[in-house]
């Protein structure tokens, strides 16, 4: 119905009015997101999680050669890293280095020796309303049950292959 209406909106003004119409129409979506009827709603991009081989390395590009505020270094044994956030405007970094030999992040740096883009965290306001609703709908977990994560809420990885390529954890908000 949105389209149609704004089709016929379109239709009378020039094609540099109506791509400004368009793309403000197409950029004007609420801080949360979520389908009609949903019991949960997607938020947004807490933090970008990078891979790095060389965690003091990586802490002082971000803090002495670009001027960020980066936290201090974070053990998390229950998911076999350490962690470091830097604080950015409207978002976070959080640089992730291996903590014992069993550790996901080992794996991933043995297949990218110089690190990388790990996953992506996206806030939600109802974690197991979301993994119930995401399961139905055949996305896939890494665990069964949400985990407590670095800002100490509640977590969910979702499968890679059921999201395009890029591993994805939900975070409650």
């Not at 936290?71 to 229950?78: A, G, H, I, Y």
């Not at 043995?110 to 996953?119: A, L």
């Amino acid at each position: 119905m949105a389209s149609a209406v704004l089709k016929v909106a379109v239709a009378g003004l020039s094609r540099c009015s109506a791509l400004t119409l368009m793309r403000a129409h197409s950029t004007t979506a609420p801080l949360h997101q979520g389908l009609p009827g949903s019991l949960w709603k997607l938020g947004r991009l807490n933090h970008i999680a990078i891979a790095v081989p060389d965690m003091e390395k990586a802490t002082a590009l971000y803090r002495d050669v670009l001027g960020a505020t980066v936290s201090d270094k974070v053990p998390l044994p229950e998911h076999g890293v350490y962690t470091v956030f830097v604080e950015l405007g409207n978002t976070k970094l959080e640089l992730l280095h291996p903590l014992g030999e069993k550790s996901p992040i080992a794996g991933f740096l043995q297949k990218n020796k110089s690190g990388g883009m790990h996953h992506i965290c996206i806030e939600v306001d109802d974690i197991k309303a979301a993994i119930v609703d995401l399961k139905a709908k055949n996305i896939r977990t890494l665990s069964a049950e949400p985990r407590i994560g670095a800002h100490g809420k509640p977590v969910m990885f979702l499968h890679p292959k059921d999201c395009d390529g890029v591993l994805v954890e939900l975070e409650e908000a």
